[in-house]
């Protein structure tokens, strides 16, 4: 009886070459594909078509783009991550999902192997093969991109001569789409300078009158846009990159430490993301107290960098989701936006939990709430362990 093995399959080059690898092998094959958001009906028709054609016994297309939200985007959305302070983690985020729904479709089929189609060189094999290795204790682990170390053209050479007949033509940008954003690679990041031209951007610039939204937001989840209430996030999400992706927002080149040790550039295009992400941050910075903050920002580092690195599965994950869930039981409310060419910025926001009230006095003019004698008093008691310390010095300075 034949091994069999479920093969992440995208339909590109590596995975292509895959397929035809295992055949020789004499393994069953079973491709899958997982999207995440970047990919329409009419694509994943046309993958499933070529997985047949290469011979695969069985092909399965998942729809993650709702689970994947409710797993991980939301959490980056309540934490505002920007990894650097730059990057929404559009792709290494997706990868995570992708590779749980590989390992519990291996479970299901009771697999003999599982594989994916990484390189030697980049982040996601590290990312795969860990959360294979926890999900799925004992199955083979098989990566014959990484492991036998072909050049492109060598990958080539091997499927023409198994009679595959597909684009075999290299793209100037490798471009990988999800509901989180949107990679670029090209000849401009593999060097330490260099930007993107207007063309490698899959969404070219049409608008350039400035444009107004309102996001609503109900307990730190993005429900609204100008009114219409969607009945999923990620259907918010979509339609707000639809409206401001034409301004070139979102636009940048992320600086990065890889899992692995290298440094590594990589353009990304996340319009939604980057204004949800500062519209969500403006709003909570209105309704959360003086303390929750900096504790927020402390986990969020924390939180997306484990989360870069693969580590969706550790516990302390879900500790943190925990302290972001319960941080958002008031961020409710609405925030104003201008879209502009390239840029946009936060107007302000509506909230009946915003804590900047003139009721309890207006910053730098009058005070409400307490006394000019109430600030004195408070004011020798807060400084009070640095006057006496400043005493302690200057009296032990001055004796010597």
């Given at each position: 009886?034949?091994?069999?093995?479920?093969?992440?399959?995208?339909?590109?080059?590596?995975?292509?070459?895959?397929?035809?690898?295992f055949?020789d092998?004499?393994?069953?094959?079973h491709?899958?594909?997982?999207?995440?958001?970047?990919?329409?009906?009419?694509?994943?028709?046309?993958?499933?078509?070529?997985?047949?054609?290469?011979?695969?016994?069985t092909?399965t297309?998942?729809?993650?783009?709702?689970?994947?939200?409710?797993?991980?985007?939301?959490?980056?959305?309540f934490?505002?991550?920007?990894?650097n302070?730059?990057?929404?983690?559009?792709?290494?985020?997706?990868?995570l999902v992708?590779?749980?729904?590989m390992?519990?479709?291996?479970?299901?089929?009771?697999?003999?192997?599982?594989?994916?189609?990484?390189?030697?060189?980049?982040?996601?094999?590290?990312?795969?093969?860990?959360?294979?290795?926890?999900?799925?204790?004992g199955?083979?682990?098989?990566?014959?991109?990484?492991?036998?170390?072909?050049?492109?053209?060598?990958?080539?050479?091997?499927?023409?001569?198994?009679g595959v007949?597909?684009?075999f033509?290299?793209?100037?940008?490798?471009?990988?789409k999800?509901?989180?954003?949107?990679?670029?690679?090209?000849?401009?990041?593999?060097?330490?300078?260099?930007?993107?031209?207007d063309?490698?951007?899959?969404?070219?610039?049409?608008?350039s009158?400035?444009?107004?939204?309102k996001?609503?937001?109900?307990?730190?989840?993005?429900?609204?846009?100008?009114?219409?209430?969607?009945?999923?996030?990620?259907?918010?999400?979509?339609?707000?990159?639809?409206?401001?992706?034409?301004?070139g927002i979102?636009?940048?080149?992320?600086?990065?430490?890889?899992?692995?040790?290298?440094?590594?550039?990589?353009?990304?295009?996340?319009?939604?993301?980057?204004?949800?992400?500062?519209?969500?941050?403006?709003?909570?910075?209105?309704v959360l107290t003086?303390?929750?903050l900096?504790?927020?920002?402390?986990?969020?580092?924390?939180?997306?960098?484990?989360?870069?690195?693969?580590?969706?599965?550790?516990?302390?994950?879900?500790?943190?989701?925990?302290?972001?869930?319960?941080?958002?039981?008031?961020?409710?409310?609405?925030?104003?936006?201008?879209?502009?060419?390239?840029?946009?910025?936060?107007?302000?926001?509506?909230?009946?939990?915003?804590?900047?009230?003139?009721?309890?006095?207006?910053?730098g003019?009058?005070?409400?709430?307490?006394?000019?004698?109430?600030?004195?008093?408070?004011?020798?008691?807060?400084?009070n362990?640095?006057?006496?310390y400043?005493?302690?010095?200057?009296?032990?300075?001055?004796?010597?």
């Open positions: 009886m034949a091994k069999s093995v479920v093969l992440g399959f995208s339909g590109g080059l590596d995975t292509t070459f895959c397929v035809k690898h055949q092998k004499g393994y069953d094959i491709s899958i594909i997982v999207n995440t958001g970047g990919f329409n009906e009419e694509e994943l028709k046309k993958i499933e078509a070529h997985a047949y054609a290469l011979g695969v016994k092909h297309t998942i729809d993650a783009v709702k689970n994947y939200y409710d797993r991980i985007v939301k959490y980056l959305i934490g505002n991550v920007l990894k302070n730059t990057y929404p983690l559009s792709v290494s985020a997706e990868r992708q590779a749980l729904h390992a519990e479709h291996a479970k299901k089929l009771n697999a003999d192997a599982v594989a994916h189609g990484s390189t030697g060189a980049g982040n996601d094999q590290v990312r795969f093969d860990m959360i294979l290795n926890t999900v799925t204790p199955i083979e682990i098989i990566t014959p991109i990484r492991d036998l170390k072909l050049s492109r053209e060598e990958e080539i050479e091997y499927l023409k001569s198994k007949d597909m684009n033509a290299k793209a100037a940008y490798s471009i990988n999800g509901l989180w954003g949107t990679s670029v690679g090209g000849r401009e990041t593999l060097t330490s300078k260099g930007f993107l031209p063309e490698a951007w899959p969404i070219q610039v049409t608008k009158e400035p444009e107004e939204v996001l609503s937001f109900e307990k730190g989840e993005l429900i609204a846009i100008d009114g219409k209430k969607f009945a999923h996030p990620t259907e918010a999400i979509q339609h707000l990159q639809s409206v401001a992706a034409p301004f979102g636009r940048d080149i992320h600086v990065g430490d890889t899992i692995i040790g290298i440094k590594g550039r990589v353009g990304f295009e996340a319009a939604a993301p980057v204004v949800i992400i500062k519209a969500h941050h403006a709003l909570e910075k209105h003086k303390w929750q900096p504790m927020k920002d402390n986990l969020s580092i924390f939180y997306g960098n484990y989360l870069h690195e693969g580590q969706i599965l550790d516990p302390v994950m879900r500790d943190i989701e925990a302290y972001f869930t319960s941080a958002q039981a008031h961020v409710t409310g609405d925030v104003f936006v201008q879209l502009l060419p390239y840029r946009f910025q936060i107007l302000g926001i509506e909230s009946k939990y915003d804590l900047m009230s003139a009721k309890f006095g207006k910053y003019e009058m005070n409400n709430g307490w006394t000019g004698e109430d600030v004195r008093g408070f004011s020798k008691i807060f400084g362990q640095v006057a006496i400043e005493s302690v010095k200057f009296n032990a300075n001055d004796k010597t």
